[in-house]
């Protein structure tokens, strides 16, 4: 399950004051408590899971950012390359990954991502999943109180990455009318860094979903440059989240898509000090595999951020298993080869099948070439184009057995926006479509009485 997020604004100094049934907690430790109406979908939708044998009437998730097209090869590639050695059983290499992980992951960075620069194993970091990697990278390169600039809608799980322990807040930016995707929503990003410094907040770092969560496109170099000289410009840095680098199909609304372009492929040292550049990889997303929590830091020209996020990286130390599990993968070129194709494969042809679906459903959606998801308009089906409304229709989804992202929970400008997650079997998904569409019989029904 994606994480919960705080809700936004809450100053918790004030969460013990005059209340001794509280309990015995920081501050910052009851700030992430606090409900909010995002946690509450969040948490009711991944509650009693379908299952199509053994719980037939469990809710049915199109709502988590999973890739599950696949499980069954990752699975058995994992179970027939699992062999546990007694150094494994160590502390082995250190916190932050074995040597041999490392320089796999380098390798298939060099590999499949182009670089303009070869990238080496000393310029990799591994900690227990990218979020983890995102807190640790927040707490190296900012203080609390100071700001990173995203741009709306963002994947839900950045506002507890980056504000549940390091206590860094977000620059949300708007683009009304304006493709985010565009090189136009640049000029946005330096209005809104702008107006940070007209307030006395301090912006560290700009962050960028390439390919993007949820719009689920991939930013053209021209776009991506552009970033880089922004960012530069104002001597911020720039984190590039890849981690859906290797998740680019063609399908019938874009048969020929922008291919995914990795910043570590452009000319970057004549765009911006190196130094402030890292790029994000996992294994959760290309290589469904969600549940291992192991991803990687690739930065070249930062030693020192490196150090830093070596000397708290225990807390984040990953799992010698999952070390070898995704090494084994990497280093297997004939399988690797085999596999990336079959996931562009999957991919398209779940994509054609759910959004046949929609057309005939009479559902709009932002056509998507990239990632397990797609950003779906549900507005027409709400009696009023509100927050509550859009809450209330997830309420009502939930009810029926069928759970999708809220866009409030990727703080998109217009309400009635969902994320769908169609990279599950085809009788799952239709399923959660038939359970979406009595739900629409039944909320018209709701609101002609």
Known sequence: MEPEVPAPGVLAPDLRKNNNKMPKLSNRG???????SIKAVMKAGSSNPYHPSHNSHGIVSLGVAENRLLHAEIAQHINSHMHVSQRMLTYGDGSVGSDVLREAIAKFVNDHFEPVEKVGYTSVTVLNGVS??????????????????????FYVGFVSDFMNRAK??????????????????????ERAIEEAIRRGTKVRALVLCSPHNPLARCYTPEVLEAYLRLCSRYGIHMISDEVYAMSVFPNEDIPDPVPFRSVLSLEYRKLI???LLHVLYGMSKDFCSNGLRIGAFISTENPEL??????????????????LAWSR???DESFLQEYLLKNTARLTEAYDICTSTLRAMNVPYLPASSGPFLWINLSAFMPRRTIESERDLAWRMIKTGVWLATGEAYRSEKPGWFRMTFAVPEPEMRLGLERYVEEEIQGHLDFSG
Not at 132 to 153: K, V
Not at 173 to 180: I, K, L, M, N, T
């Open 132 to 153: 983890a990697i995102l807190d640790c990278l927040a707490w190296c390169i900012c203080d609390e109180g100071e700001s990173i600039l995203i741009g709306r809608p």
């Open 168 to 189: 860094v807040d977000l620059v949300a930016v708007a683009f009304g009318e304006v493709d985010p995707m565009s090189l136009a929503a640049v000029a946005d990003y």
């Open 30 to 36: 009851l700030a992430n408590t606090v409900p909010d």
């Open 306 to 323: 490196h150090a830093a996020m070596r000397a708290v990286s225990k807390f984040a130390w990953s799992s010698s298993l999952a070390d």
């Open 273 to 275: 000090d190196p130094s």
């Open 329 to 331: 993968i990497l280093s």
